[in-house]
């Protein structure tokens, strides 16, 4: 088995203190707090050289850390349309302090089949081993257990019904449509890596569908992750200035995502955010 249980049992028993913090005014720091929450992500994600998308879905309980930890730990990503647009937030990996008070627990919400005009497919939940304070099911993907990825073609403009009889959490029913694939156009390397000397100017085929949105996203190995909303115009400037965290580190993988998103009311769960698109990524380094 692949799926990072080794990350999420290293959240039991830890909460995030503090993180670190840069000056520039546009951008702002989060710190994950120990919360309380029951919440649900569902996605769908096509990258370029692929013939089709790849599904995720998760659903949490938690008690004493956040849920996005252990969503983050389980490896789902989520966009962050609160930001304005081209606005951006950096997040650092946090420091943790030992706590007792903490609990996950993973739903059931029953099989999650995935349907359009070009079939239909189902995500599994699968029993997780015992491992200490962390219980319940995981949906796998590719990164998530020795077999194939569930995967459906992929269509620019059409449909994807979502769909879940429910179990621990209610019933789900959600239709998103496919946005347009981002394609980043900077002048690249024969290895998809790009050297940043200055500021990033980045550039990728402009869409004015108000029904997508458009999200960056810088990580680095230390877990420093830059998150920006930006506006599908076509290209983005981030001064060198913003981009100081990353320099110390041996690079960073910069990734587009143009996504349709939909939150929905599921019986058992605070929050719940389906989320449909497709992504272009490329290496930074200095």
């Known amino acids: 088995m692949k799926y990072p249980l080794h990350i999420l049992a290293a959240l039991v028993g830890l909460t995030a203190c503090s993180a670190d913090e840069i000056e520039p005014s546009t951008v702002t720091t989060e710190v994950e707090s120990a919360l309380t929450e029951r919440i649900g992500a569902i996605s769908a994600e096509y990258s370029p050289g692929e013939l089709s998308a790849t599904f995720n879905a ?20 989520r966009p962050d349309p609160e930001l304005a647009l081209d606005a951006c937030t950096v997040k650092a990996q946090p420091i943790f302090e030992s706590t007792d008070d903490v609990q996950v627990e993973l739903l059931d919400a029953g099989p999650i089949a995935i349907g359009s005009d070009f079939g239909q497919v189902q995500i599994q939940p699968r029993r997780l081993p015992d491992v200490d304070r962390v219980a319940g099911v995981v949906y796998g993907n590719e990164s998530g257990f020795d077999v194939a990825p569930v995967t459906l073609p992929y269509e620019p403009g059409a449909a994807y019904r979502l769909a879940a009889s429910g179990g621990e959490v209610g019933n789900i029913d959600v239709t998103l449509v496919a946005p347009d694939v981002p394609r980043i156009m900077n002048a690249l390397e024969a290895d998809d890596r790009l050297r940043v000397q200055n500021d990033l100017h980045l550039m990728w085929n402009a869409q004015s569908d108000a029904t997508a949105s458009l999200f960056l996203a810088i990580t680095a190995a230390d877990g420093t992750v830059m998150s920006c909303r930006l506006e599908d115009d076509g290209d983005f400037t981030l001064p060198s200035s913003l981009l100081e965290p990353f320099k110390s580190t041996r690079g960073a993988e910069l990734t587009l995502r143009r996504v349709t998103m939909k939150d929905t009311d599921v019986d058992g769960l605070d929050r719940v955010r389906i989320v449909f698109g497709a992504r272009d990524s490329l290496f930074l380094f200095w």
Do not use: H, T, Y
């Open 58 to 77: 998760q659903f949490v309980r938690v008690r004493g850390i956040s849920a996005d930890q252990a969503l983050s730990a389980l490896d789902v990503w």
